[in-house]
């Protein structure tokens, strides 16, 4: 099958921005996945990477990936740390769910297998987030961290950032014991007030994001659910051996 590979609309009037969103599929490479630690072929994952980066004419010695811990810890990417994680799980960014950078063409890498992978960017002073949006590191308020962070490094202005939300679990499909629901603040909990309990995690996403100062209007979410959509790798469908989709992110001139 061709290449398939997903980008946010809400960022298509910036020509200085490089993003993608990868599926389960890359040019015939089926099942693409790009977690060296889990998943199948997990062996060839940094070779996807590689030829991911070539495909977006990106430097792979740059390629600087978070661990991934489900908590709300945002690192600054710069000459000190680029790179790390590029070569596998051993030497990523240790205990942080996203990353920040106003370093150009230095790509940032998330993965998922059901939760909400968010880009930020400010058009004004060219920087970006990448964040690992899991329910645990919502809770530990990681988009709150991330835009915080970004305004302490680089001195970007909520008013200014636009976010996109990405293919998660979705509402349709996200079902949610009590347990969960009492480990999130308030301002969260309404997002799993149904029965059967579903929480909702894009909006829950958005309203992080609005409180972080962002408007509304400036934030996309792509409504697409990994448990229903077998585009996507999902832990929920798929079970614990499930490979991981990305969303890799980097700066033009």
Known sequence: MACTQLTFP????????????????????DPFNLADHVGPAAD???????????????DFSKLTVAEQVHRGRV??????????????RSDTIAGCDGLVTAEVYTPLLTL?????????????????????ASWRALADRILTN??????????????????????SAGPCCYQVGDDLVQQLPDDLRPFASSEPRRFDLWNACRRQLT?????????????????????????????????????????GR
């Open 75 to 88: 690192a600054c990417v710069d000459a000190a740390n680029v790179g790390r994680g590029a070569e596998g």
């Open 211 to 251: 409180g972080a100062g962002l408007s509304d209007a400036n934030i996309q979410t792509i409504d697409l659910c990994t448990i229903c959509d077998d585009r996507f790798f999902s832990y929920r469908r798929q079970g614990s051996d499930t490979g991981r989709f990305a969303l890799l992110a980097a700066l």
């Open 10 to 29: 809400i960022f298509e009037r910036f020509d200085r921005l490089i993003h993608a969103i990868t599926t389960t599929r890359f040019d015939g490479d």
């Open 44 to 58: 060839r994952a940094i070779e996807r990477r590689r030829l991911l980066c070539r495909r977006l004419g990106l």
């Open 112 to 132: 998922s297998a059901d939760c909400p992978l968010v880009l930020i960017y400010d058009p004004r002073r060219h920087a970006i987030a990448n964040v690992h």
């Open 146 to 167: 991330a835009v915080g962070l970004m305004s302490e490094r680089f001195g970007c202005q909520s008013a200014d950032l636009v976010a996109a939300v990405g293919p």
